[in-house]
């Protein structure tokens, strides 16, 4: 009786909070191994690249990223790039936990090593602010608020949250989410070689290619929201911290090149 007394205020204070996070840093870390054996079990959808040294060139970024003073859970989470061989998908995911997976067709669709720096970026900011559990915390509250409306038994509702969220419907981003990780990425970049405001570039080539209705880009976009607001968010970023002009030095067009030769 008295947890019931308890929960209604706990719904709402989770309901009322963003940022909040019911959740261990470990549970992240776990749900992520266990959607990383889903996907590893499951090669039709998820067609894994056989290529260590693609893979290991893709890795070497993220590791180069995860120095940067403002990653908090390098060490406890995995951080592991897999490479899936998919050219007709333009897009990368991240699980709770560090999971990064990276199709080909991303890979291919993009110009230079920043770019794809800051893509990865974006990904382990996902992971980094935790978005997955976060959300999960607002759905629990949701659901137990609903739970409690209709009178049924509240034990069953971590239950029903936990089902919830089970599967890879795990990882479709909110705005906020993403908005959040556009910013992490360039804040990330800032202490590596490449350009920090790089992520614009691949918005701006998306934007041009969304005119051309890619089918690719489709499954892209209903990850990965992208809001004229992202690219005028990405600007402003760019403007205030002064940035110089890119160059090759900062976005490293040729290393890229010879890294997509090397690819199936
Ligand atoms: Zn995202």
Redesign the pocket.
């Known amino acids: 009786m008295r947890l019931l007394r308890i929960l209604p205020l706990y719904g709402l204070l989770v309901v009322g909070c963003s940022n909040l996070n019911v959740f261990p840093v470990s549970e992240d870390a776990r749900l992520g191994a266990e959607l990383d054996q889903q996907i590893r079990s499951n090669p039709r959808e998820y067609p894994i690249l056989q290529n260590e040294p693609a893979r290991q060139y893709v890795q070497g970024i993220v590791d180069q990223i995860l120095r940067s003073p403002e990653i908090r859970y390098r060490g406890r989470f995995a951080y592991r790039v897999t490479l899936l061989h998919d050219d007709r998908t333009i897009n990368a995911f991240c699980t709770p936990g560090g999971y990064i997976y990276v199709y080909t067709g991303l890979l291919k669709f993009l110009d230079n090593e920043a770019t794809l720096a800051a893509v990865l970026a974006?990904e382990i900011a996902?992971a980094e602010r935790r978005h997955a559990t976060e959300r999960m915390t607002k759905a629990l509250g949701a659901q137990l608020l609903m739970e409690i409306v209709l009178g049924r038994r509240p034990e069953r509702s971590a239950e029903l949250a936990a089902n919830l969220f089970a599967g890879l419907a795990l990882l479709a981003?909110s705005r906020s989410d993403?908005a959040e990780?556009d910013q992490y990425s360039f804040r990330y970049l800032q202490s590596t070689p490449w350009y920090p405001g790089a992520l614009l570039f691949f918005f701006e080539k998306l934007s041009q290619q969304r005119a051309s209705r890619l089918p690719a880009l489709d499954r892209l976009l209903s990850t990965?929201p992208l809001p004229e607001d992202r690219i005028a968010a990405m600007k402003r970023l760019i403007e205030q911290a002064k940035l110089p002009k890119p160059t090759e030095a900062t976005l490293r067009s040729a290393a890229y090149q010879r890294f997509l030769a090397q690819l199936p």
């Open positions: 974006h996902h981003n993403e990780a990965h």
